[in-house]
């Protein structure tokens, strides 16, 4: 994650302000963190029914801008997309949970495979669309909405609720590093 921008500003100021293990990765030494997770993640499983001793959240911010993790054309995933994918359909039950920043739902297939990424896509019970196609918007909330939203405005989906139920707000910009912090010594 390159520091100068906004979102590794802010894992910066947590990593100095937060009592948990933070770790950023460039995108050449992601793919070996992502294999470490991975072998975490198989660890926990052949453990069941035992409890995971404490929670990962693998957060991947730009998964466009990480082309290592696309595989050679749009239907076939790379080593890595496959075990991105199974860590958004196995980790939860096993307490890895993603978090994912997208451009575009076709960006989420080349990573996934084609063939699989609805069923990645399902794993996602919380969504947040910006402005897409119509086409992308029925893929993603089920309904053509995020196509006719303004260019400050986003909705927010949740899998729980019925389908045609959206909550729409306006996103804000990246907080500032001293707003992190100022957040991270209220939360101490």
């Given amino acids: 994650m390159d520091p100068r921008q906004p979102a590794g500003q802010i894992l910066s100021a947590l990593q100095a302000g ?11 030494a992601a793919v070996d963190a992502l294999n470490t997770l991975a072998a975490e993640m198989d660890d926990r499983l052949a453990r069941l029914p035992a409890r995971p001793p404490d929670r ?3 957060l991947v911010a ?21 075990q991105w994918a199974r860590l958004v359909q196995q980790g939860p039950q096993v307490g890895i949970h993603t978090l994912v920043w997208c451009d ?25 669309a910006l402005q897409m196609t119509a086409d992308e918007s029925v893929n993603y909330l089920g309904g053509p ?9 986003a909705y927010y989906r949740n899998e729980q609720w019925p389908a ?3 909550d729409k707000f306006k996103p804000y910009a990246w ?13 101490r």
């Fill in 145 to 153: 909405y995020a196509a006719r939203l303004g260019s400050e405005r």
């Fill in 56 to 58: 990962v959240f693998l």
């Fill in 18 to 28: 937060i009592p948990h293990s933070i770790q950023a990765h460039a995108r050449q």
């Fill in 62 to 82: 730009g998964l466009h801008r990480w082309p290592e993790a696309r595989g050679p054309n749009p239907y076939t995933p790379s080593p890595a997309g496959e």
């Fill in 104 to 128: 575009r739902l076709s960006t989420l297939g080349a990573v996934a495979g084609g063939g699989a990424m609805h069923d990645t896509l399902a794993q996602f019970g919380h969504r947040v």
């Fill in 175 to 187: 907080l500032s590093p001293a707003e992190v912090n100022s957040l991270v010594a209220v939360l």
């Fill in 164 to 166: 045609d139920v959206l």
